[in-house]
């Protein structure tokens, strides 16, 4: 009885998908999981596997449009088309052929005792789709359970997909793929064994068979790669599956046909095409390149432009003279470290003078929701990190109850997950108030932006020493500027202003923070 193959879901938004090409061809001879064709979307490219091993008869062609849970195709098993594969027999197995048929059918035994599909994980309410940043392993690789294989990459966070089972890993989305949640990644061969290397003994044989498999047939985005490249994919070796053509092999293959090219004999550079985008960078040293944007850099880029467009924000400045602040940790940093164990930093005095502030100010402790201003009788301070994929804001919650130790514990443990990509959804959601340190940088001035949608952020910068004026006389002290942006709309000028000046008188008199005055 044939099986009929129809458009799977590949995403709650996508309704239909277009043919964009057939790997197979009408009348082949197919494998289970053996890629068939390739299905195009509004938002990215997805591989259809053979559900089971037979005969493929193409009911869609390519270009065509069809709805989700259309049909694409049948595949027939062979004993419907005896007749049809006894004659295909006479002329194909020849005994070489007949030798790689049972490898081939040995590896198909001891892999298929259980197939198990890889999906993208629910990693967030507002998460639909994810993008596959990285293999761990490589394709046919033995996998352990619970051991990391890719890393998924949102537009919030980083996150390690784990094997689900142990067995043999078949690779289903490439490196750099968008994927969206519940959508296959990668399948699991329970109870497999490696095999890929026992066919290669026969070579030639598998030359002669490799029309019937993915060899030289390039991903999506290989070939669009190859193209950019000018590269022909007939002289590109694929390692995917059936020695499918990936992202890597075009990448790489740029560096591996430019250099031949050059150092090949005169008879073999009579086209000379490739040395000539050479001669530009070489003369004058201009290349410039193209990278795609993550999800993570592309969402920063949607909701600071948000942002800009959707308040009326509003920046005030003010100074704050860090010396009583640099006094108290010279005298006391040695021995906070030693009863505490982590380091008393800055980020501690400016998270508990918010803190404080916010008490006193909840209108920059609230946000608009429609036509309602929403109050918040707790202060859950987000610190911007910069972490290596891009800007994250952590979140230390209920930050008006901790005492500085607490809080630098928090600081600590939020920058390091941060800086490893292994902060989570819950823990950069939820901020009420936002801290910024471009000081780090050696940043002096700055009006940082809104974190949507809170109502201000506070950005500090650089300490440097400038004559001012105390008790009448000029003096040399370690000034800040500190800079409070907030939303105008629902933040006046007295409240902010206000607001600003509390931090302040509490950043220059720290003891007014443990007295609580």
Avoid at 58 to 65: R, S
Avoid at 241 to 264: F, H, M, Y
Avoid at 381 to 391: C, F, N, T
Avoid at 431 to 449: D, K, V, Y
Wanted: glycine residues 8%; charged residues 25%; contains cysteine.
């Amino acid at each position: 009885m044939a099986i009929e193959m129809k458009v799977p879901s590949v995403g709650e938004s996508v309704s239909e998908v277009t043919i964009a090409s057939w790997t197979k061809k009408d009348g082949d001879l197919v494998k289970m999981d053996e890629i068939i064709c390739e299905l195009e979307s509004d938002k990215a490219t997805f591989e259809l596997p053979a559900e089971a091993d037979g005969i493929l008869r193409i009911v869609a062609p390519e270009g065509t449009t069809l709805p989700i849970g259309a049909l694409i195709c049948k595949i027939e098993s062979q004993n419907e088309q005896s007749a049809v594969g006894s004659q295909q027999s006479a002329i194909i197995e020849t005994p070489a052929a007949v030798e790689v048929s049972k490898i081939e059918s040995q590896a198909v035994a001891a892999v298929a005792s259980k197939v198990i599909d890889v999906v993208v994980p629910a990693v967030g309410e507002s998460i639909s789709e994810v993008t596959i940043a990285a293999w761990s392993k490589k394709e046919g690789d033995a996998v352990k359970m619970d051991e990391v294989i890719c890393e998924l990459e949102s537009d919030k966070a980083t996150f390690e997909l784990p094997s689900p089972e142990k067995g043999v890993l078949t690779i289903v989305a490439q490196a750099g793929q968008v994927v969206p949640i519940g959508g296959i990644v990668a399948r699991i061969a329970v109870g497999g064994v490696v095999v890929a290397s026992q066919p290669a003994p026969s070579a030639a044989p598998a030359t002669q068979n490799s029309e019937s498999y993915a060899a030289g047939h390039p991903s999506p985005v290989a070939a669009k790669v190859l193209a950019e490249k000018g590269i022909d994919a007939a002289s590109v070796q694929g390692t995917g599956i059936g020695g499918r053509i990936t992202k890597d092999d075009a990448v790489k293959a740029e560096k591996t046909l430019a250099i031949p090219a050059v150092a090949s004999t005169p008879q073999a550079t009579k086209p000379a095409v490739t040395p000539a985008p050479i001669a530009p960078s070489a003369e004058g040293g201009r290349v410039s390149r193209r990278e795609k944007m993550t999800s993570l850099r592309k969402t920063i880029a949607k909701r600071l432009v948000a942002v800009k467009q959707e308040t009326a924000m509003l920046t005030t400045f003010n100074e704050v003279d860090m010396k009583p602040i640099m006094e108290l940790r010279g005298k006391y940093k040695d021995k906070f470290k030693e009863v505490h164990g982590v380091g008393l930093g800055f980020m501690s005095f400016f998270t508990k003078a918010c803190a404080i502030a916010l008490k006193e100010f909840p209108l920059v402790n609230s946000y608009i929701d429609g036509d309602e201003i929403v109050f918040n009788d707790y202060a859950d301070i987000a610190i911007a990190v910069s972490a290596p994929r891009g800007l994250v804001v952590p979140v230390i919650r209920n930050a008006e109850k901790l005492n500085f130790a607490q809080i630098e514990s928090e600081v600590v443990r939020l920058a390091g997950k941060a800086r490893e990509n292994k902060l989570t959804i819950e823990e950069m959601t939820g901020g009420t108030f936002t801290i910024t340190n471009g000081g780090i940088f050696g940043s002096m001035l700055s009006t940082p932006i809104i974190n949507a949608p809170q109502s201000a952020i506070l950005g500090m910068h650089n300490i440097v020493e400038r004559a001012v004026v105390v008790n009448g006389e000029i003096v040399v002290r370690p000034i800040m500027y500190v800079a409070l942006s907030y939303d105008h709309r629902t933040i006046d000028g007295k409240d902010s202003v206000s607001f600003l000046v509390r931090v302040k008188q509490l950043l220059e008199d720290p003891t007014r923070m443990l007295l609580g005055v």
